[in-house]
């Protein structure tokens, strides 16, 4: 799957445009989460951190960095845990 898909998938899945997800910060927190759930994806997808990393000019420590927070919140909140796992689920049956 190319990261045009993934972007794709996002925007249909969460019902906010590619161009606003594209540039999760100008959306606030909710545009940002799903912004970092692409890169979670990514990493899911067998992408490397600093190719994922150049998509969007980030450091991939910066992509490291949100990808552990996911997994984090996965941990701890049914609801991230749910709409991720969705995400995943969405993705791999399209």
């Known amino acids: 799957m190319t990261?045009?898909?993934?972007?794709?998938?996002?925007?249909?899945?969460?019902?906010?445009?590619?161009?606003?997800?594209?540039?999760?910060?100008?959306?606030?927190?909710?545009?940002?989460?799903k912004f970092t759930y692409r890169w979670y994806l990514y990493t899911h997808l067998g992408m490397g951190l600093k190719a994922i990393g150049r998509l969007n000019g980030h450091d991939h420590t910066t992509i490291r960095n949100s990808v552990?927070?996911?997994?984090?919140?996965?941990?701890?909140?049914?609801?991230?845990?749910?709409?991720?796992?969705?995400?995943?689920k969405f993705v791999n049956n399209n």
């Open 68 to 88: 552990d927070q996911i997994n984090a919140w996965c941990s701890v909140d049914d609801e991230v845990n749910g709409m991720v796992s969705g995400f995943v």
């Open 3 to 33: 990261p045009q898909q993934v972007l794709t998938a996002a925007s249909s899945y969460f019902g906010i445009p590619e161009f606003e997800i594209n540039n999760g910060r100008k959306r606030g927190v909710e545009c940002l989460a």
